[in-house]
């Protein structure tokens, strides 16, 4: 989250009563990420005072982002711990402020973990296997538009500014991932929408006696519809490694594997295809912070995040391959 366009008092005011939510008592940028504005915003009405998050969408367009602000309220419908859009006196949850499309949803409870335990792996690997079930039904299609295409469109643009090893390894990968695009085992590896960003910063968890609790997850504005696996897939990179170095963590991701597993067990072509599923969820991800760090956009409130942490995290997971067994261990 950044802040790229500077929203007024008058204007979050605006869209607050606009919302029926009471008058406007706080405004606060949220500093953080790299693709939308985001505020905290404090409404009052009767007395009754609540939080909500407000985002400008600087990239995405009003054509692609009924898929996000719908798929949400479809998973919050389900009982799923997600932020809720606002809708208006017609029920439309897509609004304009400052002349950009944007959205109003509740804040929700809790604070992200960022040095997670296996115990806060496994409710992730269980709360992930309960969104892909949730949304099997959800009726709108939209694809992930950070998927291959992007990645095949976007390695060009970024290779110019790489040293030649780091220009190598990124070609290599990306015609691996092509090829094993085209095969039948990943033709048959389920699908559906995906969350595809949750990363530690994009979950809640409330911390109590009896130990933490998963109370959020948030920040959808990268879902699509794509391979469960890759999914997981992206939590694994993030969730399960070290990550000043990159490498695999087995108690966190043996966690996270079996509790999803225990929800929604693998097919055998997810089981196959985890290893270069790893890779790719690493692939993308560097290309994207390759992408933002070498042609940065102005913001009041950017940090760009270093791309060489998945290049770290990419040659892990093609030096030593993560096999699904129960439990899982590394490939020397």
């Given amino acids: 989250m950044a802040v790229f366009t500077e929203v007024s008092a008058d204007e979050a005011g605006h869209l607050l009563r606009e919302l029926r939510l009471g008058e406007l008592r706080e ?14 915003v404090t409404s009052e009405r009767d007395g009754q005072r609540r939080e909500w998050v407000l985002t400008l969408f600087e990239r ?8 996000y602000l719908y798929l949400m309220k ?38 992200s973990e960022l040095a997670p335990t296996a115990t806060h792996c496994a409710q992730l690997g269980d709360m992930l296997a309960r969104l892909h079930l949730a949304a099997q039904d959800f009726e709108r299609q939209q694809p992930n538009l950070r998927g291959l295409a992007w ?3 976007t390695v060009p643009v970024v290779l110019p500014y790489l040293e030649p090893a780091q220009a190598a390894l990124l070609r290599s990968e990306l015609a691996y991932q092509n090829h094993v695009a085209a095969g039948s085992a990943y033709a048959a590896l389920p699908k559906g929408p995906v969350h595809a960003d949750l990363f530690r910063d994009n979950v809640l968890f409330d911390a109590s006696s009896a130990g933490p609790t998963l109370t959020g997850l948030f920040d959808f504005y990268f879902a699509g519809v794509d391979t469960w696996l890759f999914d997981l ?58 992408w933002d760090f070498h042609l940065p956009r102005e913001a009041s409130l950017l940090k760009p995040h270093d791309p060489g942490h998945f290049e770290r995290v990419l040659r892990e997971r093609v030096e030593h391959p993560l096999r699904a067994d129960a439990p899982p261990t590394r490939v020397n």
């Fill in 151 to 153: 990645w095949n469109e």
């Fill in 233 to 290: 897939a992206v939590c694994l990179n993030d969730w399960c490694i070290d990550l000043d170095t990159g490498r695999h963590d087995e108690p966190r991701a043996q966690a996270l594997l079996h509790a999803y597993q225990a929800r929604r067990p693998f097919t055998a072509a997810e089981r196959a295809l985890l290893p270069a599923m790893l890779r790719a969820g690493a692939l993308r991800f560097w290309i994207s912070r390759l």
């Fill in 74 to 111: 479809h998973l919050a419908r389900r009982g799923l711990p997600v932020p809720d859009p606002q809708g208006d006196a017609r029920g439309d949850v897509l609004h304009t402020v400052c002349g950009k499309p944007a959205a109003l949803v509740d804040r929700l409870p809790g604070h």
């Fill in 60 to 67: 995405l367009t009003p054509e692609q982002l009924p898929f």
């Fill in 27 to 40: 405004l606060r940028g949220i500093q953080g990420g790299i693709e939308n504005t985001n505020y905290f």
